[in-house]
């Protein structure tokens, strides 16, 4: 049981690359999430999806997008990468909705450096 | 739109000490959530409070909820160098369908 698992760990790209940052649960979780963390500013929701075939835009949505592939997968697209989304990535799953009472859970984090 | 204020921002202490960190919301919240990260390491969810006035503990560690569901506290009690790693408090109000995260505690243990 693996939990949240994230791909790649770590990342460097050139300013106007793209790429995508891949996300995967075992817990047969509805909600899955992406988060930034950086520095002073805590944890920033980018995109959600409640459930399969939803996904909706968090605080920070500018410059990515999102596909709910399946229950288990979700993924994060920087279609072309700025040095402002240099940042920590964090993937994150619950078992219910965001109205729920539910914990969620991380995986390891992407470390990300756009230069 | 809703806040939820986390202070303080670092504290440092020795070990033995004892650790408070506080959030504070601009709403009533629903529920609050607890959430440790380890130096270069992921959020792990420690607790949940619903209930106006919850405490709940564990071990050292002591959460409280505020009557008006719009404070939060967590309490370490005797910290030790494995308490090192930040603290993040996460709301949710009746009307908003997203988790509201604080900026965090880091704490620092000094042996």
């Known amino acids: 049981n693996a939990g949240v698992t994230q791909t790649p760990k770590f990342q460097v790209l050139k300013t106007g690359q793209s790429m995508t940052l891949q996300c995967a649960q075992d817990m047969n979780h509805n909600s899955m999430y992406w988060y930034r963390q950086d520095p002073g500013m805590g944890l920033r929701l980018i995109y959600y999806s409640a459930s399969e075939g939803t996904t909706d835009k968090g605080e920070v949505p500018n410059g990515y997008n999102v596909s709910r592939l399946n229950k288990r997968e979700f993924s994060l697209r920087l279609e072309s990468a700025a040095p402002s989304q240099t940042s920590v990535y964090f993937c994150a799953s619950s078992e219910g909705g965001l109205s729920m009472n539910t914990e969620a859970f991380f995986g390891q984090g992407t470390r990300l450096t756009v230069v | 739109g809703q806040q939820v204020m986390q202070i303080p921002q670092y504290q440092h202490v020795q070990e033995g000490e004892d650790f408070t960190t506080y959030c504070n919301s601009s709403?009533?919240?629903?529920?609050i959530q607890w959430y440790k990260q380890r130096p270069g390491g992921h959020p792990v969810f420690l607790i949940q409070?619903?209930?106006s006035g919850e405490v709940k503990k564990q071990k050292r560690l002591t959460f409280q909820f505020g009557e008006a569901k719009k404070n939060s506290s967590l309490h370490i009690t005797a910290t030790q160098t494995t308490d090192v790693g930040t603290y993040f408090c996460a709301g949710r109000s009746g009307n908003n369908r997203k988790l509201i995260w604080g900026l965090g505690t880091s704490l620092a243990v000094n042996p």
């Open positions: 409070l619903v209930k």
């Open positions: 709403t009533t919240l629903s529920n």
